[in-house]
């Protein structure tokens, strides 16, 4: 059986500079999911012509920057992340090439063996997040199961959350101790009946 290799991270795109290449409707998908997870999330899109979805965005999200141009190799430089969703798979190839030589990480849409990550669904009440991969095989089994989990979820995890994190500052002992603590009280998660 085939086994999903990749590595969950949570990035915090408001402390990073990502680009977007490409201003068409991949790239709203793409700007959209960026922005419902990290709000903030610090971003360029570079195009010659840019969807009206992307410019309201734009307008709504100050961290949102929005260049009308062609790609240009110097655009890569101080970037932590790269999307390139144009609709000439040349300047795509390009892009991945160049961001690969400056040791960016970089997504190819809907090319998987040019992606170095992919954009899962996320699931998030909170303080909580959930991403879900189906490794890139299946996007409607990725979105089943994100709409599974935000029914199954309790709204109020949040609060238990930040209960426990009030409790855990409170907790004396070393690091094996407080882990020890910890676990106790949170088994009933795992052994709901």
Do not use: W
């Not at 971003?43 to 979805?53: A, C, G, P, Q, T």
């Not at 090439?97 to 970089?106: F, G, P």
């Not at 949040?158 to 994190?165: G, I, S």
């Amino acid at each position: 059986m085939e086994q999903n290799e990749l590595y969950p991270v949570f990035l915090k795109l408001h402390n990073l500079s990502v680009l977007i290449v490409g201003g068409g409707n991949v790239g709203l998908e793409k700007l959209s999911f960026l922005l419902k997870s990290s709000p903030n999330a610090n971003v360029e899109v570079v195009s010659k012509d840019f969807h009206l979805e992307i410019k309201l965005l734009a307008e709504k999200h100050p961290s949102i920057k929005l260049t009308k141009s062609k790609f240009k190799k110097k655009m890569l430089k101080k970037r932590h992340m790269v999307i390139a969703c144009t609709d000439d798979l040349k300047v795509n190839k390009r892009v991945y090439d160049l961001s690969r030589n400056r040791y960016l990480i970089c997504n190819i849409a809907d090319t998987p063996d040019l992606c170095d990550y992919y954009l899962g669904g996320i699931v998030t009440k909170g303080n909580v997040k959930i991403a879900i991969s189906t490794n890139g095989k299946s996007p409607t089994t990725a979105k089943r199961l994100r709409e599974f989990f935000e029914e199954v979820i309790p709204e109020d995890i949040n609060k238990m959350v930040e209960n426990l994190n009030e409790y855990r500052k409170t907790l004396k002992g070393d690091f094996e101790d407080k882990v020890k603590k910890m676990n106790e009280i949170t088994a009933s998660l795992k052994n709901k009946e």
